[in-house]
């Protein structure tokens, strides 16, 4: 099946600091999702991306697609964004399951 | 919009019984539900797909017999844990999509221990 793996696995950041997280797959893709899990569980979704790039607010996302690989960046971090980010592809169209990467802990100190 | 909810959030039961846990799309018809489980620092799993109406679809090393899933309506579906063991404590988390969107939003968990 498809491998989907995050870097960096862990960072530790001051309030105020700047990030680029990265998701590298190993496979063309349909779908590909950024999700931040909260310190309660609860994924929220931030983008989906499947090529191309997207802003929201502080957070923007890039995915290049021909070379299986998307950039999630956070400005000016918070310690609200603290918590597990995940980035998640659909390899086959219509089949709709999602595989998930293996996650990047951010962890903003005040 | 997009809102999907989970019940109940925390769930503690003894070892041989059964526990449910159901999801539900509150603002939106969900023609495919999916289940995944979670296991601490670790990445969510794909335990099963399922579709209003149809069985569900079962990933490989999930046993259908021991984790029940049920799709009744465009708004909820259900996933029995049978005869619950120890090593069944984990996040259970679900997540819903529409077919007016392409993407998968996510219940808030459950977290279910097995004494």
């Known amino acids: 099946g498809i491998q989907v793996e995050q870097s960096p696995p862990d960072l530790i950041l001051q309030e105020g600091a700047n990030s680029t997280l990265r998701c590298n797959f190993s496979d063309s893709v349909n779908n590909l999702q950024w999700f931040h899990q909260n310190p309660w569980g609860q994924l929220i979704n931030l983008f989906y991306?499947?090529?191309g790039t997207k802003q929201n607010g502080r957070l923007s996302a890039t995915t290049v697609a021909t070379e299986r690989y998307s950039l999630l960046y956070i400005s000016s971090s918070q310690t609200t964004d603290s918590g597990v980010y995940f980035c998640a592809v659909e390899k086959d169209f219509g089949n709709e399951k999602l595989t998930f990467g293996t996650g990047t802990r951010l962890t903003i100190i005040p | 919009g997009a809102v999907v909810s989970q019940h109940p959030s925390r769930v503690i039961c003894k070892s041989g019984t059964s526990v449910k846990i159901e999801c539900r799309s509150l603002d939106f018809q969900a023609t495919t539900m999916f289940w995944y489980r979670q296991f601490p620092k670790k990445s969510l799993m794909l335990m099963a797909t399922s579709n209003e109406g149809s069985k569900a679809t079962y990933e490989q090393g999930v046993e259908k017999d021991k984790f029940l899933i049920n799709h009744a309506s465009l708004t909820l579906s259900t996933l029995t844990v049978t005869s619950a063991h120890p090593e069944d404590s984990s996040f259970y988390i679900c997540s819903a999509k529409g077919t007016q969107t392409y993407e998968q939003y996510f219940g808030p968990g459950t977290r279910l221990t097995v004494t």
């Open positions: 991306i499947p090529s």
